[in-house]
Structures are given as structure tokens and as C-alpha cells.
């Protein structure tokens, strides 16, 4: 059976098609306007597909399928039907799940994790997702809430974040935070940019994913000491700055070595397809 997975992003939405363990196929477009249009894409991507995964960047009730707090992609999705509306348009059974369980149920099924049991995961891109696993399961929560480093806060004065908080981790290593505290004035760039330009020699945009890389072990050190966990699983758009970031980031765990224990760091394996991956994992056991 061929299984479809989506990935919906604040920027781009990723697909692929699973047959057994091995992706068929995969795209990637700009994400629709809103969930009315996702919706009517979602459906056109495979329309022989036996089952649908979709992961939104945010809560989502799985039970039924609707999108509770999903903030970053474009319109309004808050209590918005997802699993029913592609249902009526597929008729085919839709799993939707957070974007960062995706990706984690990907990594520990066929990536980086595979082997391990008790894993974190951080997914860095326009926002920074998380997961936990522990004794081999990607843990859920009511709202699929469950793991959300991006949201732990490093600097209570910090920006003010798209969740309602000011200094979360988010809004120093999400691709809009990192661009947001390089550029002056009315420059442009991306994540991708600014990192060039720290290859090239450009001390701000060093310094920027200094910081990113700060405030990622800060959440990864608090998630470390709350669950027991010592591997880390990194991914993402943004993750491929995580050079970028290394030093800092493990300064920061090592500095709370003595209760956290030594925390590997990994980078994720599967690449930017991963949460799509992972959704349609989530899809195919619902079929």
C-alpha cells in the first residue's frame, strides 16, 4: 500500500510517497495560503495513495483530526477540520500529527535513532519543534504536545515569540530569529544566507549562531536533566548550521555535566524529507 506523507512548514510544505521503507516519490512546494488550500493539495499529491499522514508545526487533536494551535504556516488553522476534510476529499483514512513527532518517529524508525530508545529530538527551522522518546515510543500528550523545545524559555526578556512568550528557544534558533538578529535596517536575508556568511568570515553572523547554539543546549540541557535522556537527535532547514552552533552548544551541556551525564549530540540522517516521512508512518498505521 502506498502510504502519502506531508509535512505542512511555516514556509514549505514537503511530501513523499512510502512504499514498504523506501520513499517513491517526494516534492516540495511554497505552503498554500491557507488550510483550505492545503487541504486541496494534500489531496492531489498521490491520488492512489492507500493512507494519509499530515504533520502540522503545532497542536493538534489526533483523535479527531483538527489543527488546535498551528501558528506559523499561513491562515487560520486554529480548530480548523484537517483529518475530516481530506478524508471527504480522499476517502482514504488521515492520521494528522505535530510536524516534530513526525520527524522524531522517522529518525528513531529509519534514521539517526535507530537502535536507540530514550532519544530527544530538536527540528530547527522557520520554528524550532521537539519530541521525546523513551523506551522506543515517541511520546504524544492531549494536544500532541509533548516535547516542545522550542518553547522553553532562555531569556525571559528576551523576543517575543509567536507563541505569546517572550525568549524561547525559538526565537533565537528558528530561521526567523536568526535572520531577525542579524540583519540592520531594511537588509534581507535567510538562515542560509547569514550562515554563509559566517563561513565567510563575518563576525555578527558567527555570533548570531552562537547564540543559537546557546540557547539550544540551555533547552536540551533543562530536557536532559527532566527525562534522563543522553542522545540528541538534530534536524531540520536550519540544521545545516549545526556546525555553526556545536561549539556552544556543547559548552553548554557540558557545563551541566555533573547531573546531566555526557549528552550526544546527532545530526539527523534522513534530511529535509524526514517529517514527511514520519507522517506517513503515522498515516499508514492508521490505515
Same mark, same amino acid.
Given at each position: 500500500?502506498?502510504?502519502?506523507? &506531508? ?18 516519490? %517526494? ?18 499529491? /498521490?491520488?492512489? /495513495? ?82 521525546? /522518546? ?26 517575543? $515569540?509567536? $507563541? ?13 530569529? &536568526? ?13 542560509? *544566507? ?8 563575518? *563576525? ?26 543522553? %542522545? ?14 556545536? %561549539? ?11 547531573? &546531566? ?24 498505521? %492508521?490505515?
Amino acid at each position: 500500500m502506498t502510504a502519502l506523507g &506531508i509535512d505542512v512548514g511555516g514556509t514549505y510544505t514537503k511530501w513523499v510517497t512510502l512504499e514498504g521503507e523506501a520513499v517513491s516519490g %517526494s516534492g516540495t512546494v511554497p505552503t498554500p495560503p491557507g488550510p483550505d488550500e492545503t487541504v486541496r493539495l494534500a489531496a492531489s499529491l /498521490a491520488p492512489h /495513495a492507500g493512507s494519509i499522514g499530515i504533520g502540522l508545526p503545532g497542536h493538534v487533536d489526533r483523535d479527531t483530526g483538527t489543527a488546535l494551535f498551528v501558528p506559523n504556516p499561513p491562515g487560520d488553522w486554529d480548530g480548523y477540520p484537517v483529518g475530516a476534510r481530506l478524508r471527504a476529499l480522499t476517502g482514504v483514512p488521515v492520521s494528522v500529527v505535530n510536524d516534530a513527532r513526525a520527524f522524531a518517529r522517522a529518525e528513531l524508525a529509519l534514521g539517526a535513532a535507530r537502535g536507540l530508545a530514550d532519544v530527544l529530538f530538536a527540528v530547527l527551522g522557520t520554528g524550532v519543534g521537539g519530541a521525546v /522518546a523513551l523506551r522506543g515510543t515517541v511520546l504524544v500528550g492531549p494536544r500532541d504536545n509533548l516535547g516542545e523545545i522550542g518553547h522553553v524559555t532562555v531569556s525571559p526578556w528576551g523576543p517575543v $515569540c509567536c $507563541c505569546g512568550n517572550r525568549g524561547c528557544v525559538e526565537t533565537f534558533a528558528g530561521g526567523p530569529g &536568526i535572520v531577525r538578529a542579524f540583519r540592520s535596517g531594511t537588509a534581507r536575508a535567510t538562515a542560509a *544566507e547569514v550562515a554563509e556568511a559566517a563561513r565567510a568570515g563575518d *563576525e555578527r553572523a558567527a555570533q548570531v549562531f552562537e547564540q543559537a547554539g546557546w540557547a539550544l543546549g540551555v533547552a536540551l540541557g533543562d530536557a536532559a536533566a527532566f527525562f534522563g535522556v543522553g %542522545s540528541v537527535v538534530v534536524g531540520g532547514g536550519v540544521s545545516g548550521a549545526l556546525d555553526l552552533m556545536r %561549539s556552544t552548544l556543547h559548552n553548554e551541556l557540558a557545563r551541566r555535566r555533573p547531573l &546531566i551525564g555526557d549528552v550526544t549530540v546527532l545530526p539527523a540522517v534522513l534530511g529535509p524529507m524526514a517529517g514527511a516521512i514520519g507522517a506517513a508512518l503515522y498515516g499508514r498505521r %492508521s490505515g
